[in-house]
């Protein structure tokens, strides 16, 4: 079956920098589209980056754009998400997706499998 798990979570301050990882298995890496989706609390799950089966093609949420990075490297069925200059408000539980189609997407209710999460914490 699938699985997505994350890793690369933690606590950094302002301005700072982490590194998330996605690993897949159970799935050809590479005929999958990826998504990277957070959830604050209190708050609906958001849309926070896409990469299509091959990298060519990104969307990012206006928010993130030009701090976060999303990448994949199908060799490793692994997907990663560069965040610099991190905010506070970008505080949350990160999560990745998988979907089948070959469109990059915002909306979770397009995404086939999702991870477990990983927790991002950053201080003002």
């Known amino acids: 079956q699938v699985q997505l798990v994350e890793s690369g979570g933690g606590l950094v301050q302002a301005g700072g920098s982490l590194r998330l990882s996605c690993a897949a298995s159970?799935?050809?890496?590479?005929?999958?589209?990826m998504g990277w989706f957070r959830q604050a609390p209190g708050k609906e799950r958001e849309f926070v980056a896409a990469?299509?089966?091959?990298?060519?093609?990104?969307d990012y949420t206006d928010s993130v754009k030009g701090r976060f990075t999303v990448s994949r490297d199908n060799a490793k069925n692994t997907l990663t998400l560069q965040m610099n200059s991190l905010k506070p408000e970008d505080t949350a539980v990160y999560y990745c997706?998988?979907?089948?189609?070959?469109?990059?997407?915002?909306?979770?209710?397009?995404?086939?499998?999702w991870g477990q999460g990983t927790q991002v914490t950053v201080s003002s």
């Open positions: 997706a998988a979907r089948f189609g070959t469109s990059v997407t915002s909306s979770p209710h397009n995404y086939n499998y």
């Open positions: 159970g799935v050809t890496f590479s005929r999958v589209t």
């Open positions: 990469i299509s089966w091959i990298g060519g093609t990104t």
